[in-house]
């Protein structure tokens, strides 16, 4: 795999970071510090929707603006300090996309 590696800081002061990955772009933000929606828009955020795959912590801020069929992933502390359990929810359009993916961090796992 000759993916390039870049490290990944969180975006919680610059509110998001940008990658360009040569066949798509990735958009990481932070909304924590975020208060109202209309401050999502001035972001371009919800134009980034449209064109690149974005990852959003703080998913509730973005209100009437979370995409419809939006993929959330939620990470809890597991029974040892160093697991989490990730639990995904999922509308229908994404059941074939996440079958190989699932079944590929299950056979890392074991």
Do not use: M
């Not at 000759?2 to 800081?9: H, K």
């Not at 929707?49 to 995409?67: K, N, Y």
């Not at 079958?99 to 074991?110: G, H, M, N, Q």
Request: glycine share 4%; proline share 6%; with cysteine.
């Amino acid at each position: 795999d000759n993916a390039p590696v870049e490290d990944v800081p969180s975006p919680t002061f610059t509110l998001v970071q940008t990658y360009d990955t040569g066949s798509v772009e990735i958009w990481h933000a932070d909304l924590y510090r975020i208060t109202h929606p209309d401050d999502i828009e001035e972001l371009g955020l919800a134009q980034a929707f449209d064109t690149a795959i974005c990852l959003v912590e703080w998913p509730d801020r973005l209100g009437s603006l979370l995409p419809a069929g939006a993929l959330q992933l939620s990470f809890e502390q597991g029974e040892a300090e160093t697991s989490r359990t990730v639990s995904i929810t999922a509308d229908r359009t994404w059941h074939d996309k996440l079958d190989p993916v699932l079944a590929a961090l299950k056979s890392a796992v074991s």
